[in-house]
T-cell receptor
Framework: AQSVAQPEDQVNVAEGNPLTVKCTYS??????LFWYVQYPNRGLQFLLK??????LVKGSYGFEAEFNKSQTSFHLKKPSALVSDSALYFC?????????FGAGTILRVKS | DAGITQSPRHKVTETGTPVTLRCHQT?????MYWYRQDPGHGLRLIHY???????DKGEVSDGYSVSRSKTEDFLLTLESATSSQTSVYFC?????????????FGPGTRLTVL
């Protein structure tokens, strides 16, 4: 069974508008959740993680994510998108002792 | 890509030949990982290491072997390359068990098997 799902292959948003990149998970117990970003021809960069505590997690570059246990979601958000946010975004969850990645969502921010 | 290098960055090889990819870190992190990235699949774990000479299999380990003789180096070997192993390979490191810590990724190696 898929442990983490990113339902949108691509998200398009205008510069200055809020953005959301969706992620849902399906692991038992308390999940450990991560967001990574990949710029063209680069490795992945860590954005933020949820381990425990406050459901709203703040990360790098103005991104934040909201953990929702009842909806088993961990959506990535930013209040005002920048063209430079255009990249490939991965959600990941710890399953067993390994990190399992979603398929990724391309974010395109247009000026 | 702090403190992590991968070599080569690009390689084209033929089916049936052995290929070795190298990951080198200067962070003295204990945990090292090899992933492959394919469209529609995200990243999938091939093998990982939790110390010198300590390695274990990941999700897609068939056709791959690894070795770690020094803290700083983690080698991935394709014993007999196949076209299905055409992919982008990423090395990652982590200071402690991944339950708690994020992983840091290298720049990747693009491998094409003809």
């Amino acid at each position: 069974a898929q442990s983490v799902a990113q339902p949108e292959d691509q998200v398009n948003v205008a510069e200055g508008n809020p953005l959301t990149v969706k992620c849902t998970y399906s692991v038992s117990g308390n999940p450990y959740l991560f967001w990574y970003v990949q710029y063209p021809n680069r490795g992945l960069q860590f954005l933020l993680k949820y381990i425990t505590g406050d459901n709203l997690v703040k990360g790098s570059y103005g991104f934040e994510a909201e953990f929702n246990k009842s909806q088993t979601s961990f959506h990535l958000k930013k209040p005002s998108a920048l063209v430079s946010d255009s990249a490939l975004y991965f959600c990941a969850v710890v399953r067993g002792n390994k990190l399992v990645f979603g398929a990724g969502t391309i974010l395109r921010v247009k000026s | 890509d702090a403190g992590i290098t991968q070599s080569p960055r690009h390689k084209v090889t033929e089916t049936g030949t052995p290929v070795t990819l190298r990951c080198h870190q200067t962070e003295n992190h204990r945990y090292m990982y090899w992933y492959r990235q394919d469209p529609g699949h995200g990243l999938r774990l091939i093998h990982y290491s939790y110390g010198v000479k300590d390695t274990d299999k990941g999700e897609v380990s068939d056709g791959y072997s690894v070795s770690r003789s020094k803290t700083e180096d983690f080698l991935l070997t394709l014993e007999s390359a196949t076209s299905s192993q055409t992919s982008v390979y990423f090395c990652a490191i982590s200071e402690r068990d991944q339950y708690y810590n994020e992983q840091f990724f290298g720049p990747g190696t693009r491998l094409t098997v003809l």
